[in-house]
């Protein structure tokens, strides 16, 4: 329940990481407003994995739990909404919602997220997160030692093969057109009989999100239960460019080793700042996030 507009910190994003953000704050007494839409990245993946007492859970049952244990912390406030605007504002921020209710705080935590840009191919979309994927260390171990595909190409399409080579040897290369590899590096894939395929895709064939198989522009096509691709992505909200924060040369939130950003009084955690995208990272930035805020205002306190 929101009884006021002004608070010590607001946390923009309520997913895993803008949650424990949350709780550590909470238990800190700071008074926290968590402004949240709903829509959390991972919401198509059906379990989540190597997030240690939560292997193989459902993502919604793990935000679940987590807004249960936050909303235990009486300081903590929820706002299910967009934030469309943030200005600065005397020695704080003002925050404004699509509805067009304003808050105002000392400190924001951008906890928002990236969104990923995928490609414009028939059916790519609905087995995005479900057997369509980014990261072995989430979800390799369910597909081992199946016939699996990666998207990819050159130097960064050469490494991804190395690393997924780990979890099956039923692997092919797919570039979705000419080959980008050395003349080095096709002659190591091919001595790990590794395939590289240059046809061009046109569809990928799924059942309610599953792929069966992959589909080319020639008509031929090859059977896979599993495809990895590290997808390009662009910050999932606006905001923190509105404000001025720097991004790295990667798109992400350039933070220093407290997770500030480069504007003063602006934290950031989870996936819009770590490279490496997973539920246990998002919960570990949020978690440190949180402390490094209580931090900066005990500081500010003892001027």
Same mark, same amino acid.
């Given at each position: 329940?929101?009884?006021n ?23 800190s ?7 949240d839409?709903?829509?959390?990245c991972?919401?198509?993946t ?5 997030f240690i007492?939560h292997?193989?859970e459902?993502p919604?049952v ?5 807004l ?6 009486d300081?903590?406030h929820f706002y299910?909404g967009?934030?469309?605007?943030t200005?600065e504002?005397?020695?704080?921020? !003002?925050?404004e919602?699509?509805?067009g209710?304003v808050f ?17 191919i028939d059916?790519?979309e609905e ?6 994927l ?7 171990? !369910?597909?081992k030692?199946?016939k699996?595909?990666?998207?990819a ?5 050469f ?9 099956t ?8 057109g000419?080959?980008a ?7 190591i ?9 240059e ?12 792929v ?14 599993a ?11 606006p ?27 602006v ?8 490279q490496?995208?997973?539920?246990a990272?998002a919960?570990s930035?949020?978690?440190?996030a949180?402390a490094?805020?209580n931090? !900066? ?7």
């Open positions: 329940m929101i009884h507009n002004t608070y010590e910190v607001i946390i923009i994003g309520g997913s895993y990481s803008g949650l424990s953000a949350a709780m550590s704050l909470g238990r007494l700071r008074q926290v407003l968590v402004i839409s709903g829509l959390p991972n919401r198509q059906p379990n989540s994995h190597n007492t292997d193989g459902k919604a793990i935000s679940a739990k987590a249960m244990q936050v909303d235990f912390y300081t903590v299910n967009l934030a469309i605007k200005v504002a005397g020695e704080g921020f !003002e925050i919602t699509q509805s209710d105002i705080s000392k400190k924001i935590l951008f906890a928002t997220g990236v969104r990923d840009l995928l490609p414009k059916g790519f087995c995005w997160g479900i057997s369509i980014h990261c072995p260390y989430c979800h390799g171990y !369910e597909v030692k199946e699996t595909a990666i998207i190409n050159g130097d960064l399409g490494e991804y093969a190395k690393l997924i080579s780990n979890w040897t039923d692997l092919r290369i797919l570039t979705n000419k080959s590899f050395t003349l080095e590096q096709s002659k894939l091919q001595e790990h009989k590794i395939q590289i395929v046809d061009e895709i046109a569809v990928v064939k799924q059942e309610n999100g599953y069966q198989h992959i589909v080319f522009k020639n008509q031929s096509k090859i059977e896979v239960k495809i990895y691709f590290r997808s390009p992505f662009e910050q999932h909200c905001l923190p460019g509105s404000l001025g924060c720097e991004l790295t040369e990667q798109g992400l939130l350039k933070v220093d080793a407290l997770q500030k950003t480069t504007i003063p009084g934290f950031a955690s989870g996936d819009c700042h770590i490496a995208r997973s539920v990272m919960v930035s949020g978690s440190f949180g490094s805020i931090k !900066e205002l005990i500081d500010e306190s003892f001027v």
